[in-house]
């Protein structure tokens, strides 16, 4: 199977990783800087390519298309800047470097022909601790999927970086200790709310695990 290439600076690396390009069916090569001649020979399942990567991503795309104009393989942009800008029809598509997880997980399954599932999303208020290096933070599940859940609290929980979830107060079965990734901070209901929100996802567990979780826990 052949590779997808990711051309990012290093800073980014590191919240690509736990995106969908960790899927084990998946074949990731990381480079600093993308080599025409390489992609030509060696033709990628697809390209995803930092906009500034060395300063020119954008323009290493148009030269790209220009020198070999029958390219096959589709090529995903990351982006600091707006997102309407004029890229050549091989761009298949443009997203932010904070994009929503979600969103990114389904555009690049859907180029590289991948399943993923949806997964329903349950209003709750469950009790739960979240581990941030050697604290621990009490926080209020009031959404959740077996894919995720939407976390209520007081603290800062930084997108990209990854945490300890125990979901307390089940003593009628054990739920294993779990590990979510945070996407975002969502806007709180009101303008006035102290508590801050943040949607996470789960990344150690499988999904028809944690959606038998959640059947249980609103059961």
Do not use: W
């Not at 600076?9 to 480079?31: F, S």
């Not at 939407?150 to 300890?164: A, V």
Request: charged share 20%; with cysteine.
């Amino acid at each position: 199977m052949s590779k997808i290439v990711v051309a990012v600076p290093d800073h980014m690396k590191a919240g690509l990783m736990d995106t969908i390009l960790k899927r084990p069916d998946v074949d990731v090569e990381y480079v600093s800087a993308p080599d025409a001649q390489q992609l030509i020979k060696e033709p990628p399942r697809m390209l995803i390519i930092f906009h500034g990567i060395a300063g020119e991503g954008a323009a290493f795309v148009n030269r790209l298309v220009q020198n070999f104009p029958s390219l096959r393989f589709p090529i995903i942009m990351l982006t600091k800047g707006d997102l309407d800008t004029n890229y050549p029809e091989v761009v298949k598509a443009v997203f932010k470097v904070d994009f929503v997880l979600y969103e990114f997980n389904v555009g690049v399954a859907g180029f590289l022909g991948l399943p993923i599932r949806r997964s329903r999303r349950f209003l709750v208020h469950l009790g739960a601790t979240v581990s941030v290096q050697s604290q621990t933070i009490l926080a209020t599940i009031v959404k959740i999927s077996g894919s995720g859940c939407l976390l209520e609290c007081n603290r800062k929980l930084h997108p990209g970086h990854s945490f300890g979830l125990e979901i307390l107060g089940m003593p009628s079965f054990k739920i294993p200790p779990l590990t979510v990734s945070i996407v975002r901070e969502e806007q709180p209901p009101r303008a006035d709310c102290n508590i801050r929100y943040f949607s996470a996802e789960f990344t150690d567990i499988g999904l028809p695990e944690m959606e038998s979780i959640v059947e249980r826990l609103i059961g």
